[in-house]
């Protein structure tokens, strides 16, 4: 079975600062893996996804993400958090089926 | 290119009634996924239409059902409703390949759902 562990339900950061989120994930198959991020009352946009090939992946916004299967995480940062970068940030994999299956999230709060 | 766009955006319902939430797929997707995200919590997986019949359902009981029409667009069905059914449900659309997965999953805004 395929799941998704965010270490940490609340990460605040200063503006200017690094972003770490922290995402590790359980599969059988060589996973997909999704961030994405939600402002208040809005849905789902998606940030970065891994499918093959470099382990490296940049996203919208100035995030990335690596991949590293020997850790089986999937770690997102940016190096320097912007205030409108307040938001709460969700990992997925993406199961056979095609559906996702979701981390619990982690909320960023940015500091001025 | 039309995104993902879902209605109503709120709605607030008895415990024992029964609601019915639409979603309008992307322009060119043939494949709705419906998610629930209760408070503080990641999106939950409810099912998939693909071709206007369900192809995954995920652990949620039989009072929630779906339909998808020939365009493509869908609804989610919820009977006899429950407090712990308050959530913000999602649609989200993809493009199959015949005998192939879905694609990339594009999220609409949801519905704010509210059970008293």
């Known amino acids: 079975a395929q799941s998704v562990t965010q270490l940490g339900s609340h990460v605040s950061v200063s503006e200017g600062a690094l972003v770490l989120l922290r995402c590790n994930y359980s599969s059988s198959v060589p996973p997909y893996l999704f961030w994405y991020v939600q402002y208040p009352n809005q849905g789902l946009q998606l940030l970065l996804k891994y499918t093959t090939g470099a382990t490296l992946v940049k996203g919208i916004n100035g995030f990335e993400a690596e991949f590293k299967k020997s850790e089986t995480s999937f770690h997102l940062t940016k190096p320097s958090a912007h205030m409108s970068d307040a938001a709460e940030y969700f990992c997925a994999v993406k199961r056979s089926q095609g559906n996702l299956i979701f981390g619990k999230g982690t909320k960023l709060s940015v500091k001025p | 290119e039309t995104g993902v766009t879902q209605s109503p955006t709120h709605l607030i319902k008895t415990r024992g009634q029964q609601v019915t939430l639409r979603c309008s797929s992307q322009?060119?997707?043939?494949?709705v996924s419906w998610y629930q995200q209760a408070l503080g919590q990641g999106p939950q997986f409810i099912f998939q239409?693909?071709?206007?019949?369900?192809?995954g359902r995920g652990n949620f009981p039989p009072r929630f059902s779906g339909l998808q029409f020939p365009n493509y667009s869908s609804e989610l069905n919820v009977n006899a409703l429950e407090l712990d059914d308050s959530a913000l449900y999602l649609c989200?659309?993809?493009?199959?390949?015949f005998g192939g997965g879905p694609g990339e999953q594009y999220f609409g805004p949801g519905t704010r759902l509210t059970v008293t």
């Open positions: 989200a659309s993809s493009f199959t390949v």
């Open positions: 239409y693909y071709r206007e019949e369900e192809n």
């Open positions: 322009s060119g997707h043939n494949t």
